[in-house]
């Protein structure tokens, strides 16, 4: 698949070096990883990592070796070892693509995307030791639950965006992002969803820009087909192209065999949003996909920015976006605890009417039910003192009546909300309840829970406030087997012994 990974190299992209772990303790994180430093010779560092490990069955081949299941003796810990042939790479002249792949992967330690565990060397091969992710591919797990909709695909765009502008804050340009190298850690229904394979993958300084061509054809940005100078940007139109995969279930610029031609209809960004295809898909989702495959880079978007695009605002759950920040925000305290927040995460996050409608209902219904108490009390308390043991009140007599200023009627007691199910709740609450309303965000606890695929049911089954007009959303999978011509079909049977998947 990556065809151009072989073809054509520019030797004056250096080439990262990479220390290598110390013997002892496998390294437990990314960031301890990072900090190994080689302190024996080869042939003792291979006697003793080499111990470490039992190789278990071949998961998987590729271009220079093969990924197998290995066991760490030490914890009895299941991972997977991606064993490199050095000779394979001297013959092919690429050497230093395992040593980019280590420098990248040193830098990583989030939640959406692979963790490098151990790597080491012995004469023969480069052994990368990974994370296992069992989960498999992105696009089996959603042909396997057999809904998907919208509001899911954006739940899912979303997350690789965000992780996407995690790895671009570190420097790195992953260079092959496509649906093969979306995995599942595990398969339980709420498993993360991790980037994968940093095989090309870049890490670059400042305003450095990269010359070689690489990646998979279809999903590769225009810039590096025209052989011209390029940045992180690159990322965001193989995200456009996955989006458009996920919305329709087709490549935007075909699945040709003829290279040349695919090429020169990615670089004039030839593809359409064809009817009846796309007739079920939003304008804000069409936006979306559009911005990403914009093919002049200065007006593309970046990961940041794509974060608040008006799509993913309206059809993520409310709060989801909130909670990726924060994934970010975390995975740079934990590689660097003096890491200050730059603007792209101080700034604001974006929000529906509905929730903006639900915020105002609950600050209405509050600030009644404090002035409903406050009035309560002073009645309370004038009547006991004129009931004190039969004494007469010696009070000053009551001057003019003032009356009560009313307490703002509220939406739902207006009649004029057109989505009379987002505040039913709230009228039923007795007014000294302290919690007056539903939710207007999704919490962490339950995005952990229910998992990607399953968060916008849990958002309606929260009450969460949701625009009417997303509640109810056509089946995508349905969609396809119905109207995608076969020729168009994303064949997702990628390796020997899988089980071709019709329509995704």
Known sequence: MNFFKNVFKNPKEKDSKSPTSPTGQMPRSPRELAQAAPTTPL?????????????????????????????????????????????????????????KEVAALRLVDHDNCISLVDFFETPATYCMVFELATGGELFDRIVEKGSFNE????????????????LHDVGIVHRDLKPENLLFKNKDDNSPLTIVDFGISKVVDGPNLLTTVCGTPGYTAPEILQKVPYGKKVDIFSLGVVSYVLLCGYLPFGDSADIASLCDRVVKGDYEFDSPYWDHISQLGKDFVR?????????????????????????????????????????????????????????EIPETEAVTRRKTVQQSRKLHMTRKGQTTKKKSTVKGDESNLGVPSTAPAEGPKVEEEP?????????????????????????????????????????????????????????????????????????????????????VAKTVGRTQVGCF
């Not at 290995?70 to 790479?89: D, E, G, M, S």
């Not at 899911?152 to 996407?164: E, G, K, L, P, Q």
């Not at 007056?436 to 968060?455: C, E, H």
Request: aromatic share 6%; charged share 25%.
């Open 43 to 99: 042939a003792q560092k291979q006697s003793s990592k080499e111990s470490e490990y039992v190789m278990g069955k071949t998961l998987g081949q590729g271009t220079y070796g093969v990924v197998r299941l290995c066991t760490h003796a030490p914890t009895n810990r299941k991972l997977a070892c991606k064993v490199i042939q050095k000779k394979f790479l001297k013959k092919n002249k690429a050497e230093h693509m395992i040593q």
């Open 151 to 166: 509001r899911d695909a954006a739940v899912i765009v979303a997350t690789i965006t965000n992780a996407i502008a995690f």
């Open 291 to 347: 911005d990403a495959l914009l093919t002049d880079p200065d007006q593309r978007p970046d990961a940041h920015k794509l974060m608040k695009h008006p799509w993913l605002v309206k059809y993520t759950p409310p709060g989801y976006l909130q909670y990726l920040r924060d994934l970010n925000v975390e995975a740079h305290r934990r590689n660097n605890p003096n890491w200050i927040a730059t603007p792209e995460y101080s700034d």
């Open 407 to 491: 307490a703002p009627r509220l939406s739902f007691e207006q009649n004029d909300e057109d989505d009379e199910a987002l505040f039913a709740a709230a009228e039923l609450l007795p007014d000294d309840h302290e919690d007056v309303a539903n939710p207007f965000a999704m919490d962490r606890v339950s995005i952990r829970k229910v998992g990607l695929l399953g968060l916008s049911q849990q958002a309606d089954l929260e009450l969460l406030p949701i625009e009417a007009d997303i509640r109810v959303l056509p089946n995508l999978l349905s969609e396809r087997n119905q109207s995608v011509p076969r020729e168009k079909v994303v064949n």
